[in-house]
């Protein structure tokens, strides 16, 4: 079954706003990484977390991997249209594994 | 620059049909995926590949077979098509060997099956 679980689902904001996706897994994850899907297209590689603790960041958006690397998170800060789509996170485990996925929707 | 082409981006079968869905990629890579995707379960991994004429079941494997004839070519075939099959399949590609890496994507397909 699905090992990697991500909160919450949907997610609507104001522009402007901040927005956190969060990550779970069950195991242990040699690396995380983060995809966003714009509607109507496919997930698109954004970056990838090896190490325990890592915070890196791009622009607005910042990601964290856990210090047990059971966790992941991803923040937008002050969110504008542009950041509407599905961001996945994926982890490789005993296996690799995506996310369920939390759809972004930014209200104008 | 990666690219990932499938064969179609709308397909409409009927119940029983024998189904094929190509999926090529440019960049010599190793590892092939096919994906479906639904509302609220996110991306579930069907078939994957680390090289030529290998494969493996990921997570719902039941009602599909996969072919890796040629390195650059992953074909996801259902031998009966059936409507709980309706759906958004994704293939992905990736460089390294066994090591997961990133993946880069198709533009999908939308099957629906009546």
């Known amino acids: 079954g699905q090992q990697v679980m991500q909160i919450p689902q949907y997610q609507h904001v104001q522009e402007g706003e901040d927005f956190t996706t969060y990550c779970n897994s069950s195991t242990t994850l040699s690396n995380i990484q983060w995809y966003k899907q714009r509607p109507g297209g496919h997930p698109v590689f954004l970056i990838q977390?090896?190490?325990?603790?890592e915070v890196k960041k791009q622009k607005r958006l910042t990601f964290q991997f856990g210090e047990a690397k059971k966790n992941s998170s991803l923040h937008i800060t002050a969110t504008q249209t542009t950041d509407v789509g599905t961001y996945f996170c994926a982890g490789t485990g005993n296996q690799f594994y995506f996310g369920t996925g939390t759809s972004l929707t930014v209200i104008p | 620059d990666v690219k990932v082409t499938q064969s179609s981006r709308y397909l409409v079968k009927r119940t029983g049909e024998k189904v094929f869905l190509e999926c090529v990629q440019d960049?010599?890579?190793?590892?092939m995926f096919w994906y479906r995707q639904d509302p609220g379960l996110g991306l579930r991994l069907i078939y994957f590949?680390?090289?030529?004429?290998?494969?493996e079941k990921g997570d719902i494997p039941e009602g599909y077979s996969v072919s890796r004839e040629k390195k650059e070519r992953f074909s996801l075939i259902l031998e009966s098509a059936s409507t709980n099959q309706t759906s958004m399949y994704l293939c992905a590609s990736s460089l390294g060997g066994r090591n997961q890496e990133t993946q880069y994507f198709g533009p999908g397909t939308r099957l629906l099956v009546l």
């Open positions: 977390l090896v190490k325990s603790g």
């Open positions: 960049m010599d890579h190793e590892n």
């Open positions: 590949s680390y090289d030529v004429k290998m494969k």
